[in-house]
Every structure is written in structure tokens, then in C-alpha cells.
């Protein structure tokens, strides 16, 4: 008798604490806790970026080859990140390798294997608001000196 009333009042408590769960206890409106996945899946906005050059007299140059270039290089002021041009050619324009994150770079171009012509450095703003038409950020990188 002892063996069935235990066994009775056991299921009988199983039963009440089943049946006192439904779905809509479960959730129970937003959760205020934050989930560790949806945080790394946060991408920062990045850009793509040309270059051309600029020349001594203040001219914009956006195509053409022959120039003494080995590309160019945009360097992070914050983080010290660096992007490269997409290819050591004599060429404009030349493209941005990957696209940048927003941010202050420093731009310059490289010195080609001649030696023949220097390139400056210019400071600008890698963000939405620089997007031209084209869907690019262009930047002219100035020519220093030149034989």
C-alpha cells in the first residue's frame, strides 16, 4: 500500500509541475542579455579607394602610365593599419587591394625602381560622406619632386 501511494503521489507531482510549464512562460518578452555571436558579427563599414595623383602645377591626374610609381599605401593614424594599392604598375588609376575601413588615413605613394620621382603625403577622412559618384573615395596623392 506504501509502494502504490508513493508511486501515486510521484506522478501526480510530475504531472502538476509538467502541466504547470506552457510555451508562453517560457519567453516572456525581450531578454536584456546580449549574445556573444551577434556581437562578432558587427563589420565595421569599409570603402573602396582610388588613387591618382597631383601633380606640382595642382593638377589632378587620373589616368595615364609612365609615371616612376610603385604604388600606394594608406596608413592608419590610429591603429597604424596599413592597405596597399592593388598592383605595382606605371598606371593610374590604381584601386585599393581591399576595401578600408572608415577612418584618418595617411596616403603616399611608393617610389618606383627609377628613383626619378618623389611623392608627398596627404591626410584625409575615409568615411560615406567621401564616396564620389563612381561609388569611390579618390584620392590624389601629391608628386613632391620630380627629374
Known amino acids: 500500500m506504501k509502494k502504490v501511494i508513493f508511486t ?7 504531472l502538476t509541475v509538467t502541466t ?3 510555451s508562453g512562460n517560457l519567453v516572456e518578452g525581450k531578454s536584456d542579455t546580449r549574445s556573444e555571436v551577434s556581437d562578432k558579427q558587427v563589420k565595421t563599414q569599409t570603402f573602396k579607394v582610388r588613387y591618382g595623383l597631383l601633380s606640382q ?7 595615364g602610365s609612365g609615371y616612376d610609381l610603385g604604388g600606394f599605401v594608406a596608413e592608419n593614424t590610429v591603429t597604424g593599419e596599413t592597405y596597399y ?12 587591394e581591399e576595401d578600408i575601413p572608415a577612418g584618418t588615413y595617411s596616403f603616399s605613394g611608393i617610389q618606383g625602381q627609377g628613383g ?3 611623392y ?28
Open 57 to 63: 602645377t595642382g593638377t589632378k591626374i587620373l589616368s
Open 116 to 118: 626619378w620621382v618623389g
Open 120 to 147: 608627398g603625403t596627404v591626410i584625409a577622412t575615409v568615411s560615406e560622406a567621401n564616396v564620389d559618384a563612381d561609388g569611390y573615395i579618390t584620392i590624389y596623392v601629391p608628386i613632391a619632386w620630380e627629374e
Open 8 to 14: 501515486a503521489s510521484a506522478v501526480i507531482g510530475l
Open 85 to 96: 594599392s592593388n598592383g605595382y604598375n606605371r598606371s593610374l588609376p590604381q584601386y585599393s
Open 20 to 22: 504547470s510549464f506552457s
